[in-house]
């Protein structure tokens, strides 16, 4: 074949999309420029070809999951989004939360399998739990694991000053569910989810709140929907049944904290065995501040050059921590 017809190869094979026939006619060239004494050039080629199917193995790892979504418009003041590399694996959990965190999972990966039997897998979740618990990384980890987008929503924009403002955002929200698959996050929930008699109330929060209870029990996307609320004795008590799930989180117990601990001081040296004073202390701390307090511990180890973590040290930034919980 001479370079004409190869060039002309080459061309028709990228115009078609025919990636491996593209391949193909690149070697060829470098094999007929070899026979014709080139051998610098028919390497170069080779090398070439080798430096582009790298190039796109790792192209189609870093797209893997699909391309990030941007909101446009008006959604884009309404919601964030991110990619979380997150996963359940990167969490301590009580074995029953773990079990059923993990079938919600199972449901959204075998969903297809399920709608055939006229089944709706878990989609709508209510997470209940004191500040700390581990709500807003369950999110971030169901996105990470089922690769999708985290869209949180942002409520400085959402809440509106005039009557029906709120409600028609909302609603962009809900339908942007039906167009982009991803995890929706209503953070915070009991900002829109207050009890509907509340003496205390304004007309505008019952609109609100009845609109969201009608967009949460008339959607029938794919995407997940999770809120998450400190304070569960605010909401209305209708909304609890229009979630598949409502998930509780507690303050850990004497297993999860140390297990937190340790694996949060996995590349240091600990100076104690005796765990029951470290444990009494931070007892009442929620997950989220016992990580503090050990990071900074291990702060203080790093600095110090001593590369151990003392007991003393650790209970030093726990009840730091404690007080600073106090003053909230």
Same mark, same amino acid.
């Given at each position: 074949m001479s370079t004409a017809r190869h060039i002309l190869a080459l061309l028709r094979s990228h115009v078609e999309g025919e990636e491996q026939q593209f391949y193909s006619a690149a070697l060829q060239m470098a094999a007929h420029e070899a026979r014709l004494g080139h051998g610098k050039l028919a390497q170069e080629i080779r090398e070439l070809i080798d430096q582009a199917k790298a190039r796109k193995s790792v192209i189609a790892?870093?797209?893997?999951?699909?391309?990030?979504?941007?909101?446009?418009?008006?959604?884009?003041?309404?919601?964030?989004?991110?990619?979380?590399? =997150?996963r359940l694996s990167d969490?301590?959990?009580?074995? @029953?939360l773990a079990v059923?965190?993990? %079938?919600? !999972? =199972?449901?959204?990966?075998?969903?297809?399998?399920?709608? @055939?039997?006229?089944?709706?897998?878990? %989609?709508? !979740?209510?997470?209940?739990?004191?500040?700390?618990?581990?709500?807003?990384?369950?999110?971030?980890?169901?996105?990470?694991e089922l690769?999708?987008?985290l869209f949180t929503t942002l409520y400085d924009s959402l809440i509106g000053k005039y009557m029906g403002e709120t409600a028609s955002r909302l609603k962009l929200i809900f339908e942007a569910m039906i167009m982009t698959k991803g995890v929706y996050f209503f953070d915070e929930f009991d900002a829109i989810g207050t009890q509907r008699q509340n003496t205390n109330d304004v007309g505008e929060i019952r609109r609100i709140l009845n609109s969201f209870l009608m967009f949460l029990e008339n959607d029938q996307g794919d995407s997940l929907i999770i809120a998450a609320t400190n304070h569960p004795n605010l909401l209305d008590k209708a909304l609890f049944r229009r979630f598949d799930d409502v998930i509780k989180y507690k303050l850990p117990n004497s297993d999860i904290i140390r297990e937190l601990i340790k694996t949060r001081?996995?590349?240091?040296?600990?100076?104690?065995k005796d765990w029951s004073q470290i444990i009494e202390k931070a007892t009442g701390l929620a997950q989220a501040e016992i990580v503090r307090a050990t990071d900074e511990a291990a702060k203080q180890a790093v600095l110090s050059n001593s590369g151990k973590?003392?007991?003393?040290?650790?209970i030093?930034?726990?009840?730091?921590?404690?007080?600073?919980?106090?003053?909230e």
């Open positions: 790892r870093k797209s893997d999951p699909i391309p990030l979504v941007q909101p446009k418009g008006d959604l884009a003041n309404l919601v964030s989004v991110r990619y979380p590399d =997150t969490m301590i959990l009580p074995s @029953e059923r965190l993990k %079938r919600v !999972l =199972t449901e959204q990966r075998q969903g297809k399998r399920l709608r @055939e039997h006229s089944l709706t897998p878990r %989609r709508k !979740l209510l997470l209940v739990g004191p500040p700390g618990s581990g709500k807003t990384m369950t999110a971030a980890a169901l996105a990470g690769q999708l987008p001081l996995i590349s240091f040296e600990i100076e104690w973590v003392s007991q003393k040290s650790l030093s930034a726990i009840m730091e921590r404690k007080e600073m919980s106090l003053d």
